[in-house]
């Protein structure tokens, strides 16, 4: 069991591609933790082990991972870098007391980068970047860290230079013991620093101390006196800003080297953020904050940041050590559920693998199985002191498809699936569409609904079938008309009788219906209006001239008939049912389609094509306005079914930058014109209107 001043919990990430995998497994390697290089494309790594990773060749879902390093238990969460995935991110940044940026040294600073140090900002993680991949053709450090400090600031602070760039790649030189470390025998060896290089290292030292010293008046006074502060007080120093996250300091090497991967692991346990340096974490205790710190001796409090749902083990749960420490079999309190959890045994995850310990204290990440009443998000207690955190921020799902067991027999495993599947990935919404018979699938993109039911089939044994998501018109009115609806039927006994006068006219969009009863005279015993009125909503309900639910109409029941012996509420249900269909007929009857409120957030150099994507879409431009970023903000009213797919759409127009927010707006008529296009894949399930 590692204090919590010996924990470091560090998330990898980056742009999809930027080695971040390769990188864990290299640190798994340099520490003994492993004992061969696995590869992505071979399906080998420790931390990618579940088979749509093999299958897609990236990872899907974050993996947790430790090795020891100089007395230190270092923690690696390895995350997805594709923006179908970024919810994993958050959740990882979440538990993180530190976020490695790995970047592609080849192509620099890429969308899901700047996307995800924007969130480690927001969540004010202390992070640090290593620029890999410099053994590659075309790999620049020098080009990289411009990029870096034009993106991020002036807080980018290198520590390490390169030896060598591209195929020349062979080690890196020490900023801060002024010594270089040659990879040439595939072990880290001490050489010579080129003659070429003094004077750039030179300088870039210089800059680094009087940024370090700049923190601390006392060092810097003794610097302004030619006194040059010994390195363990400048990496002291530095660990501070490091952990007030204002220094974000720059390493480099190659994962698939490895090079300077050992160095990397160095300066983790050297600069990176214990438990203990972070601030303390905010819960609420019913209606009050408090602040929790990482003490070992406090009581036990377990976040729960991660689910997965395991064929064989049952679901496993993902947890930081908030305070306290738990040892197996301990009995916590979860006051979500209102249900007694049971931690039998605690482990720490090498990848799939599971490794059983006999505590954990705080700072610790850890898992455990079989917690039925468990959640992401939960907090584990004593009973007396149920707690609450804010809960992990996970991206809006801004794609749906319609999913359904291909068996009819495996309906109910289907559901079972979703269910699951939503526990373990809380970016997918699953939920059921009476009006168009449809249970949908709602994610973050494409490859994440794609991958989601891969899963899903594949954990439920079951095979599944999709569909495009229909679109919820509606059918109005466009004029005022009569009609009668009579009902009549004679059989042995009572017969039934009734007939129902109405007038049918417009309101405004948004009004939904109205009722007005008008009988006078008794024409129509009191009793049976709510009947009529009954008939009229069932027509309603059932559809218009396409099928579509009707809205935005108001009835007026004037006159009717009725017999005193045949006459009931049945009757008078059916006589308003037959009159609406017959008045709406006569109405001018037109269809309403759904209008979403967009809003596109992208760098302003691609403005003008998603203003002419937009208007393409029939969409309505509101206006734009710029954000903390530079990066413009567009409003817009599309109708829905121009935008089922603009998420994917947006990404190929921006390269990835853009990012969408969609909300159901308003109801708007359907130009005739287009009905036919429009209406074309989104007939209602039952069409026999």
Known sequence: MFPADRIRNVALVGHHGSGKTTLTEALLYRAGAVDRLGTVEGGTTVSDFEPEEHGHGMSVSLSLCSFEWRDHRVNIIDTPGYPDFAGEVSAALRVADMAVFVVDGVNGVEVETEKQWRLAEKLDVPRMIFVNKLDKEHASFDRTLDELRDRFGAGIAPIELPLGDGPSFHGVVDLFEDEAHVYDSGHSEPGEIPDEMKEQITE???????????????LLEQYLEGEVPPVDTLEHVMAGG???????????????????????????????????????????????????????????????????????VGQISMFRVLSGTIRPDATLYNGRSSSTERLAKLGVLQGKESVLVDALTAG??????????????????????????????????????????????DEDRLATGLRRLQEEDRSIIVEHDDETGQTMMRGLGETHLKVSIEKLCRKMGIEVETEPEKVRFRETVTRTAEAAGKHKKQSGGHGQFGVAMIRMEPLPRGAGFEFFDEIKGGSIPRQFIPAVEQGVVRAMTEGGVRGFPVTDVAVHLYDGKYHSVDSSELSFQMAGR???????????????????????TVPSEYQGDVLGDLASRRGQVQGSMMDEFGNQVISALVPTAEILTYATDLRSISRGWGSVKLAHDHYEELPASMAARVLAAHAPKDDSH
Not at 384 to 395: G, L, Q, W
Not at 578 to 600: D, H, I, N, R, T
């Open 242 to 312: 490091v952990a007030e996250a204002s220094v974000f300091p720059v390493v480099c090497g190659s994962a698939t080297g490895p090079i300077a991967v050992d160095r990397l692991a160095d300066y983790l346990v050297e600069l990176g953020t214990p438990p203990t340096a972070r601030p303390s974490v905010k819960v609420i205790v019913g209606d009050e904050t408090m602040e929790i710190n990482s003490d070992p001796e406090g009581d036990p409090l377990v976040f729960v940041f991660k689910t997965v749902a395991d064929p064989y």
């Open 204 to 218: 870039v030292e210089e800059a680094l101390i009087e940024g370090i010293v700049v923190a601390d008046d006392d």
């Open 578 to 600: 037959l009159a609406f269909l017959e008045a709406f007929q006569a109405a001018g009857p037109a269809v309403l389609e759904p209008v979403s409120k967009v809003e596109v």
């Open 364 to 409: 610790a990440l850890g898992a455990t199985s079989k917690l039925s009443e468990t959640a992401t998000g939960d907090v584990l207690t004593p009973r007396n002191m149920p707690v609450t955190v804010p809960p992990i921020d996970t991206p809006d799902p801004v794609i749906g498809i319609a999913v359904k067991a291909t068996a009819l027999a």
